[in-house]
């Protein structure tokens, strides 16, 4: 059974920095779309990052150049690096799987998806 559970979540200070972390098991990774989303007060998610299978990346506007998505398929794990956080970046993040080419920063592309874990970034 495939199961996804996303940790490295925390409170921070405006420019502080955090590591997500998203565990996958019962499956092979590495065939694997993985994606971040972050879930502000509110309806909807907002794709923050993907890495496709072969290790293509893509980032939404307003955290380029400030996180990074890596994948560690040996070790069935995908990181999400996030420096010079703010405020707006205040949120449950949460990790989303997909077989197949590419990857989305669209919620509905992906079919399986992982508890959130909460950041909180402070003024």
């Known amino acids: 059974q495939l199961r996804l559970a996303a940790s490295g979540g925390g409170s921070v200070q405006t420019g502080g920095s955090l590591r997500l972390s998203c565990q996958v098991s019962g499956s092979v990774m590495s065939l694997y779309a993985v994606g971040w989303f972050r879930q502000a007060p509110g309806p909807g998610r907002e794709g923050i990052s993907c890495?496709?299978?072969?290790?293509?990346?893509n980032y939404a506007d307003s955290v380029k150049g400030r996180f990074t998505i890596s994948r560690d398929n040996a070790k069935n794990i995908v990181f999400l690096q996030m420096l010079d956080l703010k405020p707006e970046d205040t949120g449950a993040y949460y990790c989303?799987?997909?077989?197949?080419?590419?990857?989305?920063?669209?919620?509905?592309?992906?079919?399986?998806w992982g508890q959130g874990t909460q950041v909180f970034v402070s003024p």
């Open positions: 989303a799987f997909q077989y197949g080419s590419g990857c989305s920063l669209s919620e509905r592309w992906y079919s399986d």
């Open positions: 890495i496709s299978h072969s290790n293509e990346r």
